[in-house]
């Protein structure tokens, strides 16, 4: 199954509970009414059903056991391990908190990781607003124009002349520098 599939099936949090109650079975599994905890049966077979389907549940007989190795596969999918340089890709990891930047590193090094990292959140060959790259950046930490302030210092992103649109470095029209 592809990572999308597996994270539309755990976005669901009766599903997730769901999921949750079969893995803590352990190898051994549980049955369809201890996995639904009360849920109507209906509801509970419709569950299951779309946990099979991503490949996060097996049954072997009348027991379901939660296969993890599929949750790992889906983040395997969308973040390889290796990419990036490993250790700095760890780090650059470990100043994320539920998706967003607990703090913007003051080493130099550490912070030019972290802006690779965010420069990869633009597309190639796209020409971005200043709005657009503001809503970018303010998805990953409150003080968006310091980030965009740092992309453009680095040269990461590329400004127009005008400073009306940015493109990723490498990327850049004729009219654009980074001013």
């Known amino acids: 199954m592809s990572a999308a599939e597996v ?8 599903r997730l509970a769901m999921l949750g109650r079969i893995a803590a079975a352990g190898a051994a599994g549980c049955d369809l009414d201890a996995a639904a905890a009360g849920a109507p049966p209906r509801d509970a077979r419709r569950q299951i059903a779309r946990l099979t389907a991503a490949g996060l549940v097996a049954s072997d007989g009348a027991r379901l056991v939660a296969r993890i190795d599929a949750i790992r596969a889906a983040l395997e999918e969308v973040a390889p391990a290796g990419d990036e340089g490993g250790a700095a ?18 080493t130099p090094e550490l912070r030019l990781s972290l802006l690779r990292h965010l420069a990869g959140r633009f597309e190639r060959g796209r020409t971005y607003r200043e709005p657009e790259v503001n809503a970018v950046l303010h998805e990953a ?5 310091a980030l965009r302030r740092y992309l453009v210092d680095e040269g990461l992103l590329v400004r127009s002349a005008d400073g009306a649109t940015y493109r990723r470095a490498g990327d850049a029209g004729p009219d654009a520098n980074s001013a």
Not at 141 to 145: F, I, N, R
């Open 7 to 14: 994270l539309a099936a755990l976005s669901d949090p009766a």
């Open 89 to 106: 890709d760890a780090r650059v990891r470990a100043l994320f908190r539920r998706g967003r930047i607990v703090a913007i590193p003051r």
């Open 141 to 145: 930490h409150d003080d968006h124009v």
